[in-house]
């Protein structure tokens, strides 16, 4: 008797869930490029405390962010988060495609910093996409304090290039 062969079901396409912030910065977009794409810059303005180290902007490098998880003592060891570089576009976009690290289990997240020449300026936003896969009980939470957290250092990344400092340690 001949086997036939069901296809598989279809799941439906699960939804994605991202958080996006964006500030206008008065200068040029290579200017706010080199802020977003440089580690020592970065490491200024994006979560101050925390330490970037990206050795090759390519796509398919591996970037490094050691995140401060204590910021009452920050001699304190930091959370070591590795990423691959999913899109370096000149002036334009940075991605970075998150591996998956057992501090945030099933946590499968892509940071993308997108500029945009606008008025003069530069447009810089930041986009995060993969929320679907933090656990449902501690999305919210999640979304809140990133969110925060952008605007924050949206805040300093203007103050950094505008004025030589950041607003928010």
């Known amino acids: 008797k001949e086997k036939v062969k069901m296809p598989e079901s279809t ?29 020592e810059m970065l490491t200024k303005w994006y979560s101050p405390g925390s330490i970037w180290k990206i050795p090759d902007l390519k796509e398919g490098a591996t970037a ?17 988060l590795t990423a691959k570089i999913e899109k370096a576009e000149l002036n ?14 099933g946590m499968l997240l892509v940071t993308n910093f997108v500029l945009e020449e606008e008025n003069g300026g530069t447009k810089v936003t930041i986009y995060e996409t993969g929320y679907e896969t933090v656990r449902e009980e501690e999305r919210q939470m999640w979304l809140d304090g990133v ?23």
Do not use: C
Request: cysteine-free; hydrophobic content about 35%; overall charge negative.
């Open 64 to 80: 490094e962010f050691h995140l401060m998880t204590n910021y009452e003592d920050p001699q304190a060891e930091k959370t070591l």
């Open 11 to 39: 799941k439906k396409e699960q939804e994605t869930i991202s958080i996006s912030r964006s500030i206008w910065i008065n200068a040029p977009v290579e200017k706010a490029w080199e802020a977003v794409s440089n580690s």
């Open 92 to 105: 334009k976009t940075l991605s970075f495609r998150w591996n998956e690290n057992p501090s945030f289990p």
């Open 147 to 169: 969110g925060e957290g952008y605007t924050a250092a949206l805040e300093n990344l203007k103050f950094l290039i505008e004025k030589g400092e950041i607003l928010h340690q």
